[in-house]
């Protein structure tokens, strides 16, 4: 089994920045993918960023990208998003994934999920 736990989460206002992270225990050599998504009431689930941990690949969303950074720790089985020039529309609750397949960017690449973290981002 795989047990992923993010932190950073919070308040900030628009223009600010945050940096979330995500830590996998438990069964860790499983995990050749890992990234964030994050989902707001009533809409699907998103992709927002991911990494492999087989080379330095690195996937973003479009609406993220510029301001957003992923980075890892494989040591410590952590993944970092950095969150930078925050608007509004970014407030959602991120949720961390891991992914056997070392390409990680639809929900259904998804093997493992954190339980997620508030972002919310006022005006």
């Known amino acids: 089994q795989v047990q992923l736990v993010e932190s950073g989460g919070g308040l900030v206002q628009a223009g600010g920045s945050l940096r979330l992270s995500c830590t996998a225990s438990?069964?860790?050599?499983?995990?050749?993918?890992m990234g964030w998504f994050r989902q707001t009431p009533g809409k699907d689930r998103e992709f927002v960023a991911s990494?492999?941990?087989?080379?330095?690949?690195?996937f973003r969303a479009e609406s993220v990208k510029g301001r957003f950074t992923i980075s890892g720790d494989k040591a410590k089985n952590t993944v970092y998003l950095q969150m930078n020039s925050l608007k509004v529309e970014d407030t959602a609750v991120y949720y961390c994934?891991?992914?056997?397949?070392?390409?990680?960017?639809?929900?259904?690449?998804?093997?493992?999920w954190g339980q997620g973290t508030q972002v919310t981002v006022s005006a």
């Open positions: 994934g891991g992914a056997r397949d070392p390409i990680m960017t639809v929900i259904s690449d998804v093997d493992w």
């Open positions: 438990g069964r860790t050599y499983s995990i050749l993918g």
């Open positions: 990494l492999s941990w087989r080379g330095t690949a690195r």
